[in-house]
């Protein structure tokens, strides 16, 4: 009989080319490469200079999503880029999947997107699949129990020549979470809550595979938000076990399987889960009950509290100085603390769940005076189906704007940024300085909590807003 | 990538732990098609002021920090976005080699395979580097030490593979090209062949 293994081994044994030594890593099998326009062209430049040939053209898949505007284009015609560079280099993607074969969601594209929100909605993104792209949020794939992680633009040049990676196997970190999220809580508030506690280098090394009785519980949009932000515990991927909500959600989907190799892929994805007995290199336990709605106080994601908490006094000066960056008061919660800009999309929560969270705060209500807030869908099939429900016209008469799908403020690259000083409530996932604009302050936080916050003027508990939805869900 | 064998130089320190790569080069330099010339944004929202002139309270703007190609950074430095631009950005700066106690994976990662030695320390060593700004250093990729004049050497460890890379030059498109019969037998066993 075999070793009890866990869902990642599983994983990576169905990848190895050649196995790893002492001397040298593994050679891993890449099944979905996934190309955007900010961390490629050095790559296919590479590839152009060697005179090599992109391997597998049909495994990989690229769309437009981080420099690009998200307003639409002038009468002419002409998109309202922020420089011209960003123009050339979308220019430049055009022209490698052109000249390299690859498929390209590009402008004309009904489903072009963010990259993590378009993989899966492609059914592209499959379990038991190794997926990569350059870019660190790739762990969002992980939800489908997909081994995916973000990799540099050297390593994108690697798997477009040899659908290959060099890679030394990670350890594994178990993260169980067990009971059942209070009423008003979500995802996001559960991945901050979950890096709060173990840190932001708290995965460094590791993969993470999310397992109990709350994330089974959870949509795969939740679980998306939750494999997402894998990184900014410092793992470079995190993972769920495939499962019926799983399998639910991908049928029918343009790129799985159909009819009976349908049937045939389910029977072998669901073997694609820890056997019992298998060994995990650390395990951490986290009580769902008592997951509130959480934000963060200070200059990276692991600096993150419930929204009623009082944030913790500075371990040092450099404590010191990200509250200061922030304006945070140790003692006082960040309830209340006044908001300039709310940012609702992103790949963390971009879908159509995260759109109508935040719809179901603002519906009748008006965003609050002097605040801005942009609603991003993130890719064009969430923008039509949330047209689809009027949700474009609730954030509208709420005074917010409702944009083109993007990347847009979360990176804040294509000109969507806050100014120096502002304070962003974001539903993305980095709070970092300057992240969203030089001297523009983040506070990462959940749709519902970012739309309350736009209401309200300051950062705000949306329990108060969802009285009625939350008091069902209590009755249920 | 050329061979890279040691990197000898005083040290300059940013004690700040956690510095993402948001913070070594922001998103808004990332629309370039080239590699080349991007010491000039390199920690660029720090390094500068509102006005564009050089910030006094940037550690590396300080005269005893020019000309160093040794970065000794606090905890947990290339944390966030996989950007290859980080280390391209620091290279180009004129850092060869970054110190640290925890080095973030995709940073590590990228790094190494630019030639810029990307070294985790113990945490004493660490704690030493952190108090002694302006030392000078011999970083041997060879030997796998650093050389402290007159305080002795400390061994750090380096992936295998990586050393071998840096210290031959290796360039590891070609190696993974080297085993493209294997990658196709993969593709024919697994049923993934085109």
Known sequence: MNAP???????????????????????????????????????????????????????????????????????????????????????????????????????????????????????????????????????????FGALAFGIGTTEVGHVLATQCLLQRRPKTLAIHVDGELPPGVGAKDLILHVIGEIGVNGGTGHVIEYCGSAIEALSMEARMTVCNMSIEAGARAGLIAPDATTFAWLKGRPRVPQGTAWDAAVAQWSALKTDAGAHYDREVRIDARKVKPTVTYGTHPGMAIALDAPVPAAHDALDQRALDYMHAVAGKPMQGTPVDVVFVGSCTNGRLPDLREAARVLRGRRVAKNVRMLVVPGSEAVRRAAEAEGLHEVFRSAGAEWRLPGCSMCIAMNGDMAKPGQLVVSTSNRNFEGRQGKGARTVLASPATAAASAVAGHVADPREYLKADVAEEQAA | MNPVTQVRSRTAVLRDENIDTDRIIPARFLTTTTREGLGKVCFNDWRHQADGSDNPAFPLNAPGAQGCAILVAGRNFGCGSSREHAPWALLDYGIQAVLCSEIADIFRSNSLKNGLLAIVVGEAEHRWLLDHPGIELTVDVREQTIVRPGAGSVRFELEPFARHCLLEGVDQLGFLQQHGDAIAAYEQRMGKAA
Not at chain 1, 81 to 96: D, H, I, M, S, W
């Open chain 1, 5 to 143: 293994r866990t869902l990642f081994e599983k994983i990576w044994d169905a990848h190895v080319v050649a196995d790893e030594t002492i001397d040298t890593p593994a050679i891993l099998y890449v099944d979905l490469h996934l190309v955007h326009e900010v961390t490629s062209p050095q790559a296919f430049s590479e590839l152009r200079a060697r005179g090599l040939k992109v391997r597998r053209p049909e495994r990989t898949l690229a769309t437009l999503d981080h420099s690009i505007p998200t307003l639409p284009p002038a009468a002419n015609g002409e998109r309202p880029y922020v420089t011209p560079e960003a123009k050339a280099q979308v220019t430049r993607l055009g022209a490698n999947c052109h000249d390299f074969g690859i498929e390209l969601h590009g402008w004309d594209s009904d489903q072009r997107g963010v990259v993590h929100v378009i993989g899966p909605e492609l059914g592209a993104t499959q379990p038991g699949m190794t997926i990569v792209c350059g870019d660190s949020h790739t762990s969002t794939h992980g939800a």
